[in-house]
Protein backbone atom coordinates (compact mmCIF):
# COMPACT_ATOMS: atom_id res chain seq x y z
CA UNK A 1 0.00 0.00 0.00
CA UNK A 2 2.56 2.58 0.67
CA UNK A 3 3.82 2.37 -3.18
CA UNK A 4 0.19 4.42 -3.15
CA UNK A 5 0.34 6.70 -0.73
CA UNK A 6 -1.54 9.52 -0.24
CA UNK A 7 -3.91 7.93 -2.42
CA UNK A 8 -4.40 4.49 -0.28
CA UNK A 9 -4.09 6.16 3.12
CA UNK A 10 -8.14 6.44 3.16
CA UNK A 11 -9.39 3.78 0.41
CA UNK A 12 -8.52 0.06 -0.37
CA UNK A 13 -6.68 0.04 -3.61
CA UNK A 14 -9.50 -1.96 -5.61
CA UNK A 15 -11.19 1.28 -4.91
CA UNK A 16 -8.61 3.01 -7.14
CA UNK A 17 -11.06 4.35 -10.56
CA UNK A 18 -8.92 3.45 -13.69
CA UNK A 19 -10.91 3.92 -16.90
CA UNK A 20 -14.85 3.37 -16.03
CA UNK A 21 -14.95 1.25 -13.19
CA UNK A 22 -12.88 1.06 -9.86
CA UNK A 23 -11.00 -1.81 -10.06
CA UNK A 24 -13.15 -3.56 -7.83
CA UNK A 25 -16.23 -2.83 -10.03
CA UNK A 26 -14.15 -4.61 -12.97
CA UNK A 27 -13.61 -7.51 -11.59
CA UNK A 28 -17.76 -7.28 -10.72
CA UNK A 29 -18.00 -7.72 -14.15
CA UNK A 30 -16.44 -11.05 -13.73
CA UNK A 31 -17.29 -12.70 -10.71
CA UNK A 32 -20.76 -12.60 -8.39
CA UNK A 33 -19.59 -11.72 -5.36
CA UNK A 34 -16.88 -9.35 -4.68
CA UNK A 35 -15.37 -8.22 -0.87
CA UNK A 36 -12.33 -6.34 -0.23
CA UNK A 37 -9.77 -7.41 2.30
CA UNK A 38 -7.75 -4.26 3.68
CA UNK A 39 -5.86 -2.98 5.92
CA UNK A 40 -6.69 -3.14 10.13
CA UNK A 41 -7.92 0.72 10.40
CA UNK A 42 -9.97 0.45 7.29
CA UNK A 43 -11.39 -2.83 8.01
CA UNK A 44 -14.63 -1.83 10.35
CA UNK A 45 -15.56 -0.22 7.01
CA UNK A 46 -14.28 -3.04 4.43
CA UNK A 47 -15.06 -6.56 5.47
CA UNK A 48 -14.37 -9.24 3.26
CA UNK A 49 -16.66 -12.09 2.66
CA UNK A 50 -14.61 -15.16 3.77
CA UNK A 51 -15.89 -18.67 2.96
CA UNK A 52 -14.85 -21.97 3.24
CA UNK A 53 -13.65 -21.45 -0.59
CA UNK A 54 -12.24 -18.51 -1.96
CA UNK A 55 -10.24 -16.77 -4.48
CA UNK A 56 -7.99 -13.96 -3.41
CA UNK A 57 -6.87 -12.03 -5.74
CA UNK A 58 -4.04 -9.11 -5.56
CA UNK A 59 -6.12 -5.55 -5.91
CA UNK A 60 -3.64 -4.21 -8.22
CA UNK A 61 -3.71 -6.66 -10.59
CA UNK A 62 -6.99 -5.20 -13.63
CA UNK A 63 -8.67 -8.22 -15.01
CA UNK A 64 -8.64 -9.26 -18.66
CA UNK A 65 -10.76 -12.70 -19.64
CA UNK A 66 -7.82 -14.43 -20.53
CA UNK A 67 -6.41 -13.43 -17.14
CA UNK A 68 -10.22 -14.53 -15.72
CA UNK A 69 -9.89 -17.88 -17.35
CA UNK A 70 -6.29 -18.50 -15.58
CA UNK A 71 -8.00 -17.73 -12.06
CA UNK A 72 -10.97 -19.79 -12.75
CA UNK A 73 -8.97 -22.75 -13.56
CA UNK A 74 -7.31 -22.87 -10.27
CA UNK A 75 -7.91 -25.27 -7.81
CA UNK A 76 -8.09 -25.44 -4.03
CA UNK A 77 -4.54 -24.55 -2.43
CA UNK A 78 -3.06 -23.31 -5.64
CA UNK A 79 -1.58 -20.07 -6.31
CA UNK A 80 -1.08 -18.11 -9.89
CA UNK A 81 2.47 -16.34 -9.86
CA UNK A 82 4.19 -14.66 -12.38
CA UNK A 83 7.81 -14.92 -11.34
CA UNK A 84 8.05 -13.47 -7.63
CA UNK A 85 4.64 -12.85 -6.86
CA UNK A 86 1.39 -14.26 -6.21
CA UNK A 87 -1.31 -12.58 -8.16
CA UNK A 88 -3.90 -14.73 -7.01
CA UNK A 89 -4.78 -17.64 -5.22
CA UNK A 90 -7.56 -19.83 -3.94
CA UNK A 91 -7.70 -20.99 -0.44
CA UNK A 92 -10.35 -20.83 2.23
CA UNK A 93 -8.19 -18.21 4.78
CA UNK A 94 -5.78 -15.13 3.34
CA UNK A 95 -2.56 -17.53 4.03
CA UNK A 96 -0.46 -18.00 0.76
CA UNK A 97 2.28 -20.32 2.63
CA UNK A 98 1.33 -23.82 2.06
CA UNK A 99 0.33 -23.66 -1.43
CA UNK A 100 0.93 -25.37 -5.06
CA UNK A 101 2.04 -22.94 -7.06
CA UNK A 102 0.94 -22.54 -11.14
CA UNK A 103 2.85 -20.12 -13.26
CA UNK A 104 1.29 -17.93 -15.81
CA UNK A 105 2.77 -16.35 -19.07
CA UNK A 106 -0.93 -14.06 -19.84
CA UNK A 107 -0.15 -10.70 -20.28
CA UNK A 108 -2.02 -8.11 -18.13
CA UNK A 109 -1.98 -4.52 -16.40
CA UNK A 110 -0.94 -4.37 -12.36
CA UNK A 111 0.14 -1.02 -11.07
CA UNK A 112 2.61 -0.68 -9.58
CA UNK A 113 2.79 3.38 -9.06
CA UNK A 114 0.37 6.61 -8.72
CA UNK A 115 1.34 7.39 -12.14
CA UNK A 116 -0.24 4.14 -13.96
CA UNK A 117 -3.36 5.32 -13.13
CA UNK A 118 -3.54 7.78 -15.33
CA UNK A 119 -0.58 5.88 -18.33
CA UNK A 120 -3.04 2.98 -18.08
CA UNK A 121 -6.50 5.12 -18.33
CA UNK A 122 -6.97 5.19 -22.11
CA UNK A 123 -6.69 1.62 -22.72
CA UNK A 124 -9.07 1.10 -19.40
CA UNK A 125 -11.50 2.97 -21.10
CA UNK A 126 -11.37 1.21 -24.49
CA UNK A 127 -11.30 -1.63 -22.22
CA UNK A 128 -14.42 -0.82 -19.54
CA UNK A 129 -16.67 0.30 -22.74
CA UNK A 130 -16.96 -3.44 -23.98
CA UNK A 131 -19.30 -3.86 -20.90
CA UNK A 132 -21.75 -1.81 -21.85
CA UNK A 133 -24.92 -3.32 -24.02
CA UNK A 134 -24.57 -0.92 -26.78
CA UNK A 135 -27.78 -2.08 -28.37
CA UNK A 136 -29.63 -0.99 -25.58
CA UNK A 137 -27.91 2.50 -25.21
CA UNK A 138 -28.52 3.40 -28.84
CA UNK A 139 -31.74 4.93 -27.81
CA UNK A 140 -29.77 7.76 -26.12
CA UNK A 141 -28.92 9.86 -28.85
CA UNK A 142 -27.24 13.23 -28.35
CA UNK A 143 -28.52 15.92 -30.33
CA UNK A 144 -28.05 17.79 -33.65
CA UNK A 145 -26.34 20.48 -32.16
CA UNK A 146 -23.56 18.69 -31.28
CA UNK A 147 -20.35 18.21 -33.40
CA UNK A 148 -19.70 14.40 -33.58
CA UNK A 149 -16.23 13.64 -34.92
CA UNK A 150 -15.18 10.49 -36.59
CA UNK A 151 -16.78 7.07 -35.56
CA UNK A 152 -14.24 4.61 -34.93
CA UNK A 153 -15.23 4.60 -31.83
CA UNK A 154 -18.49 4.24 -29.74
CA UNK A 155 -20.25 7.03 -28.26
CA UNK A 156 -21.87 5.42 -25.11
CA UNK A 157 -24.92 8.02 -23.56
CA UNK A 158 -26.63 7.23 -20.40
CA UNK A 159 -29.93 8.53 -19.65
CA UNK A 160 -30.49 12.17 -18.19
CA UNK A 161 -27.04 13.37 -19.65
CA UNK A 162 -27.55 17.15 -21.44
CA UNK A 163 -24.76 18.07 -23.69
CA UNK A 164 -25.60 20.96 -26.47
CA UNK A 165 -23.66 22.49 -28.60
CA UNK A 166 -19.76 20.23 -27.69
CA UNK A 167 -17.72 19.00 -30.12
CA UNK A 168 -17.13 15.19 -29.51
CA UNK A 169 -13.98 13.75 -31.15
CA UNK A 170 -14.43 9.33 -31.61
CA UNK A 171 -11.37 9.30 -34.12
CA UNK A 172 -8.83 7.89 -31.21
CA UNK A 173 -11.45 6.24 -28.91
CA UNK A 174 -14.94 6.14 -27.12
CA UNK A 175 -16.73 8.99 -25.00
CA UNK A 176 -19.07 8.04 -22.24
CA UNK A 177 -21.31 9.91 -20.88
CA UNK A 178 -22.95 8.57 -17.42
CA UNK A 179 -26.36 8.95 -16.06
CA UNK A 180 -27.09 12.69 -15.25
CA UNK A 181 -23.70 14.02 -16.63
CA UNK A 182 -23.92 17.77 -17.69
CA UNK A 183 -21.21 19.15 -20.87
CA UNK A 184 -21.79 22.76 -20.89
CA UNK A 185 -22.09 24.84 -23.80
CA UNK A 186 -18.48 24.97 -26.31
CA UNK A 187 -16.83 21.90 -24.78
CA UNK A 188 -14.71 19.95 -26.82
CA UNK A 189 -13.85 16.76 -25.77
CA UNK A 190 -11.55 13.99 -27.30
CA UNK A 191 -12.09 10.23 -26.74
CA UNK A 192 -11.10 8.47 -24.68
CA UNK A 193 -12.74 9.95 -22.26
CA UNK A 194 -15.66 9.21 -19.35
CA UNK A 195 -17.92 10.75 -17.21
CA UNK A 196 -19.16 9.20 -14.35
CA UNK A 197 -22.84 9.60 -13.14
CA UNK A 198 -24.05 13.26 -12.00
CA UNK A 199 -20.18 14.89 -13.12
CA UNK A 200 -20.20 18.29 -14.69
CA UNK A 201 -17.92 20.17 -17.70
CA UNK A 202 -17.94 23.82 -17.39
CA UNK A 203 -18.57 26.24 -20.27
CA UNK A 204 -15.76 26.06 -23.29
CA UNK A 205 -13.79 23.67 -21.36
CA UNK A 206 -11.09 21.53 -23.19
CA UNK A 207 -10.62 17.77 -22.30
CA UNK A 208 -7.74 16.01 -24.04
CA UNK A 209 -7.58 12.13 -24.68
CA UNK A 210 -7.50 9.37 -21.97
CA UNK A 211 -9.21 11.95 -19.10
CA UNK A 212 -11.77 9.78 -16.31
CA UNK A 213 -13.87 11.78 -14.27
CA UNK A 214 -15.28 10.12 -11.36
CA UNK A 215 -18.97 10.39 -10.01
CA UNK A 216 -19.94 14.11 -8.72
CA UNK A 217 -16.32 15.41 -10.26
CA UNK A 218 -16.93 19.16 -11.62
CA UNK A 219 -14.19 20.04 -14.26
CA UNK A 220 -12.90 23.27 -16.13
CA UNK A 221 -10.50 24.61 -18.18
CA UNK A 222 -7.98 22.10 -20.12
CA UNK A 223 -7.73 18.44 -18.80
CA UNK A 224 -5.30 15.76 -19.85
CA UNK A 225 -4.72 12.20 -19.51
CA UNK A 226 -6.07 12.45 -16.03
CA UNK A 227 -7.90 10.54 -13.41
CA UNK A 228 -10.62 11.94 -11.16
CA UNK A 229 -11.69 9.52 -8.54
CA UNK A 230 -15.06 10.97 -7.67
CA UNK A 231 -16.69 13.98 -5.47
CA UNK A 232 -13.77 16.42 -6.81
CA UNK A 233 -13.83 19.62 -8.20
CA UNK A 234 -11.06 21.51 -10.48
CA UNK A 235 -13.57 24.49 -11.67
CA UNK A 236 -11.28 27.32 -12.62
CA UNK A 237 -9.61 27.65 -16.27
CA UNK A 238 -5.95 26.68 -15.97
CA UNK A 239 -4.69 23.46 -17.04
CA UNK A 240 -4.27 19.83 -15.50
CA UNK A 241 -2.25 16.85 -16.93
CA UNK A 242 -1.18 13.62 -16.20
CA UNK A 243 -2.70 13.52 -12.85
CA UNK A 244 -4.64 11.36 -10.35
CA UNK A 245 -7.18 13.45 -7.90
CA UNK A 246 -8.65 11.44 -5.40
Known amino acids: RHQFYPLS ?6 LFR ?8 KWKNY ?5 L ?19 WI ?4 LPNPDLVTEINSLRFGEALRQQDRIIAFRNCEYDDKVLVNVETNV ?10 IFSFNGDEIISDINFFDLNILKKNRVSSTNNIIGSNYPLVVEEGVKVEYVNLNLNS ?8 VEIMEGSSIKGPFAACECSLVKLNSKIYESTTLGPYTKVGGEVSNSVFFGFS ?3 HDGYIGNSVIG
Not at 9 to 14: G, L
Not at 173 to 180: A, E, M, R
Request: hydrophobic share 30%.
Open 9 to 14: YTRPIA
Open 18 to 25: IGIFTIEQ
Open 31 to 35: FKDVS
Open 37 to 55: STTNYLSDQFNPIVKDDNL
Open 58 to 61: DSSV
Open 107 to 116: NFKRLRSCTD
Open 173 to 180: GPIYLGKD
Open 233 to 235: AKS
